[in-house]
């Protein structure tokens, strides 16, 4: 009787996470405005240099990628249509491989990773997993408000 308690404890844990994770994978996350302090706040900040890549007009989407990630090929498709929709959007996808020093900066952990940037290069909205268009979509319109 007692291993079928800890059986079915197990599940329900296990159960519980995969809810989270699934509830969590590719949503963008508003960054945490004010509670920085200033100098952390700058570091925030990416410019042409840092992505390799100009800076939309009225914001960017960095996409972090890797080789052989499944979920990255499909988030470049969802990235590249919102940047045509949305005019003066740009879409940059860096290899997190080749851009070891950033990805470890910015704590990108797990690939695909979008970051949302204002017209100024400020880190806006961040998520990590393949986002849905509507979600780029809205990260947007707040990116572009701010």
């Given at each position: ?84 929709i ?36 400020a880190?806006?909205r ?5 986002p ?12 572009v408000?701010?």
């Amino acid at each position: 009787m007692t291993g079928l308690m800890v059986c079915i404890a197990v599940l329900a844990a296990a159960s519980a996470f995969g809810v989270w994770h699934r509830r969590r994978n590719g949503r963008l996350t508003v960054r945490d405005g004010g509670k920085r302090h200033a100098a952390e706040a700058d570091a925030e900040r990416l410019s042409a240099a840092d992505i390799g890549a100009e800076l939309g007009e009225r914001a960017t989407l960095v996409q972090f990628s890797s080789a052989f990630c499944q979920p990255c090929r499909a988030t470049r498709r969802t990235l590249a249509e919102v940047a045509e929709i949305v005019e003066g959007v740009a879409h940059v996808e860096i290899d997190a491989e080749a851009q070891l020093d950033l990805v470890r900066s910015l704590n990108i952990l797990r690939t695909p990773t979008v970051l949302v940037l204002d017209a100024s290069g400020a880190i806006v909205r961040r998520g990590a997993g393949q986002p849905r268009k509507a979600d780029v979509i809205a990260a947007l319109g707040a990116a572009v408000r701010d």
